[in-house]
T-cell receptor, first 114, second 113 residues
Framework: AQSVTQPDIHITVSEGASLELRCNYS??????LFWYVQSPGQGLQLLLK??????LVQGIKGFEAEFKRSQSSFNLRKPSVHWSDAAEYFC????????????FGTGTKLQVIP | DVKVTQSSRYLVKRTGEKVFLECVQD?????MFWYRQDPGLGLRLIYF???????EKGDIPEGYSVSREKKERFSLILESASTNQTSMYLC????????????FGPGTRLTVL
């Protein structure tokens, strides 16, 4: 069965500092991998996705993620965090099953301090 | 601008009431989903629909049912609401092929007293 682990529940960074959010997955084949962001009071928005090809994926809002098959990881990075990046971030893996299920991680809440 | 809308942002109901949560998408998507989101548990799939009148159970369907009479509308029904169904409910839609991007609504925060 597919699964996603986000080991950090909360992360606090200073504005302007770099950011890395961890994501480890378990999947039987080459996965589709996603990062979503949820701002307070909002639904989820896709930041980026990996299906195949270049293992370094660029997304919106200056985020990038690197797929490392040997480590079963898909970590999200940003070189310089802005106060508006404070949100909850979800990693997801799929598909599986007859209805193409995507499994979400438990999320990492990012706090940005001035 | 693509959009998924949910009928209520906040809802308060009493134990035993029948509750309807409505979701509408304007992207002509075949797939629609209902999730519940709880702190520390992430998003858990309740039900999924891949076409009108078609539905599949997700990971936690107990206590819920769904209805999809039109392509753009997917309803979640709590037949007899219980306090353990207090949660944030998120609706999403996507194209059918592969694991496409899901577009989410803003969520409905349901409190069952």
């Amino acid at each position: 069965a597919q699964s996603v682990t986000q080991p950090d529940i909360h992360i606090t960074v200073s504005e302007g500092a770099s950011l890395e959010l961890r994501c480890n997955y378990s999947y039987g084949a080459t996965p589709y991998l996603f990062w979503y962001v949820q701002s307070p009071g909002q639904g989820l928005q896709l930041l980026l996705k990996y299906f195949s090809g270049d293992t370094l994926v660029q997304g919106i809002k200056g985020f990038e993620a690197e797929f490392k098959r040997s480590q079963s990881s898909f970590n999200l990075r940003k070189p310089s965090v802005h106060w508006s990046d404070a949100a909850e971030y979800f990693c997801a893996v799929g598909p599986s099953g007859g209805y193409q299920k995507v499994t979400f991680g438990t999320g990492t809440k990012l706090q940005v301090i001035p | 601008d693509v959009k998924v809308t949910q009928s209520s942002r906040y809802l308060v109901k009493r134990t035993g009431e029948k509750v309807f949560l409505e979701c509408v998408q304007d992207m002509d998507h075949e797939n629609m989903f209902w999730y519940r989101q709880d702190p520390g548990l992430g998003l858990r799939l309740i039900y999924f629909s891949y076409d009108v009148k078609m539905k599949e159970k997700g990971d936690i369907p107990e206590g819920y049912s769904v209805s999809r009479e039109k392509k753009e509308r997917f309803s979640l029904i709590l037949e007899s609401a219980s306090t353990n169904q207090t949660s944030m409910y998120l609706c999403a839609s996507s194209l059918p092929q592969g694991a496409n991007e899901q577009f989410f609504g803003p969520g409905t925060r349901l409190t069952v007293l």
